[in-house]
């Protein structure tokens, strides 16, 4: 951070976007393949030796069937009082089998009920270990014992972009922060940029009203100081009352 302080990385004149994530499962993929978004010629997969250090660079987190009969009932994904007696990884689904009852459930689905509702229903004993959610990514093999399903797998994050974990390797064997940044980033090198005069963010929608409390003195808000009388912003969606 740092080395490369006032510095981004530019593709086309423009910053590019250098999206990141923790740990892989061995390699990285195309943005197109994650995000369905246009191939990106600076964020093409690359192989990665050096995330080893990470927590989650191999995982293994055993549920057993009652508890994950607990969970997906609560995501609408099992019927309620039937048991589970197996479960299975094939392709892109996860097979769950009762007594008298199965569902073919997409991996994606079933892996964000179980993180959605593990640590809702069972705090105190999900996500397990050092695990930073219950199931840290979709690249698992599921096997079924007698009483539970054992899920082993690689990596936390969506796989696109600068590996955290692997960075932090690279950096332990030398590599300097424009060698990291290039071998992620399609050979981009760091450039001096200046830093925008505005910069818009999306803070949230939806909302009936919104509490505003400057950080500093002088604040304003669409041009407006923010004192401490009630002040009315309209806009496409309506009007929100800020105060102080």
């Given at each position: 951070?740092?080395?490369?302080?006032?510095q981004?990385l530019?593709y086309g004149?423009?910053?590019a976007?250098?999206?990141?994530f923790?740990t892989s499962?061995?390699?990285?993929?195309?943005n197109?393949?994650?995000f369905?978004s246009?191939p990106?010629?600076?964020l093409r997969?690359v192989?990665?030796?050096n995330d080893g250090?990470?927590p989650?660079?191999h995982?293994?987190?055993?549920l057993?069937f009652?508890?994950?009969?607990?969970?997906?009932?609560?995501g609408d994904?099992?019927?309620?009082?039937?048991r589970?007696?197996?479960?299975?990884?094939?392709g892109?689904?996860v097979r769950?089998?009762g007594?008298g009852t199965?569902?073919?459930?997409?991996?994606?689905?079933f892996?964000a009920?179980v993180?959605?509702w593990?640590?809702c229903?069972?705090?105190?004993r999900y996500p397990?270990?050092?695990?930073p959610?219950?199931?840290?990514s979709?690249?698992n093999d599921?096997a079924s014992?007698?009483?539970?399903?054992t899920l082993t797998?690689?990596?936390?994050?969506h796989g696109?972009g600068m590996?955290q974990w692997?960075?932090?390797g690279k950096?332990?064997?030398?590599w300097?922060?424009?060698?990291?940044?290039?071998f992620?980033?399609?050979?981009?090198t760091p450039?001096?940029y200046?830093e925008?005069?505005?910069i818009?963010?999306?803070?949230?929608?939806?909302?009936e009203?919104?509490t505003?409390?400057?950080?500093t003195?002088?604040?304003?808000?669409?041009?407006?100081?923010?004192?401490r009388?009630t002040?009315?912003?309209s806009?496409?969606?309506g009007?929100v009352?800020?105060?102080?």
């Amino acid at each position: 951070v740092q080395r490369t302080q006032g510095q981004v990385l530019l593709y086309g004149d423009r910053p590019a976007d250098t999206v990141y994530f923790s740990t892989s499962n061995g390699h990285t993929y195309g943005n197109e393949q994650v995000f369905g978004s246009s191939p990106l010629p600076y964020l093409r997969p690359v192989v990665e030796h050096n995330d080893g250090a990470s927590p989650t660079s191999h995982w293994r987190v055993t549920l057993p069937f009652t508890d994950l009969a607990t969970f997906l009932r609560a995501g609408d994904l099992w019927p309620d009082g039937a048991r589970i007696s197996a479960v299975r990884r094939t392709g892109p689904n996860v097979r769950v089998a009762g007594p008298g009852t199965s569902r073919s459930i997409d991996a994606g689905e079933f892996r964000a009920t179980v993180n959605t509702w593990a640590p809702c229903l069972m705090p105190t004993r999900y996500p397990t270990g050092v695990l930073p959610t219950t199931i840290p990514s979709d690249w698992n093999d599921i096997a079924s014992g007698p009483h539970g399903a054992t899920l082993t797998g690689r990596g936390w994050g969506h796989g696109v972009g600068m590996v955290q974990w692997g960075a932090y390797g690279k950096a332990r064997l030398g590599w300097s922060a424009e060698r990291i940044l290039g071998f992620y980033y399609g050979g981009l090198t760091p450039t001096p940029y200046p830093e925008p005069g505005l910069i818009h963010v999306v803070v949230a929608s939806g909302l009936e009203s919104l509490t505003v409390k400057p950080s500093t003195a002088g604040a304003t808000i669409e041009g407006q100081p923010l004192g401490r009388e009630t002040l009315r912003v309209s806009g496409e969606a309506g009007v929100v009352t800020l105060r102080r």
